[in-house]
């Protein structure tokens, strides 16, 4: 198959999941670069919290609900590999956002201590590397 028109009918859910994808990863970028170079400010130990509580995790729900949405719309045979990557990555990454938004809360309270802001800064960098992950399954759709 050469190409593949799809109906005007997912342009929106479709461009929603990846408006909200591309947004969690750039967001979660910035929350690790900040949190990466906070050891002597508490502001950027702020931003990194705030960017997860204002960006990253509406982000995140953005990029699942219009995932669904789209999901729903398609007429899937079976169940991909590069869907299960997505599957994985979107829910496991729930658990690891909530973990490195309880931590990055935990830094701006205890600005003396180093062990948080390097802490969110590994979650935010692993995450960022399973989302890399994921977009390169989900757009490159190895093995389909």
């Known amino acids: 198959m050469l190409a593949l028109v799809r109906p005007d009918s997912w342009n929106l859910p479709l461009f929603l999941h990846v408006l909200g994808a591309m947004a969690l990863v750039g967001a979660i970028a910035a929350t690790a670069i900040a949190a990466g170079r906070s050891q002597e ?25 219009a995932g669904e949405w789209i999901n729903s719309r398609e007429d899937i045979r079976g169940t991909p590999g590069w869907l299960d990557v997505g599957y994985i ?13 309880i931590i990055g809360w935990w830094s701006t309270r205890r600005p003396e201590r180093s062990w948080p802001a390097r802490t969110v800064t590994a979650l935010a960098s692993l995450y960022l590397v399973a ?14």
């Open 41 to 65: 400010s508490p502001l950027l130990r702020r931003v990194a919290f705030m960017t997860l509580v204002t960006v990253v995790l509406p982000s995140w729900v953005l990029m699942r609900v």
């Open 131 to 144: 989302l890399l992950v994921a977009m390169f399954a989900m757009t490159g759709k190895p093995g389909a």
């Open 89 to 101: 990555v979107g829910d496991a990454g729930l658990v690891v956002l909530l973990v490195t938004t």
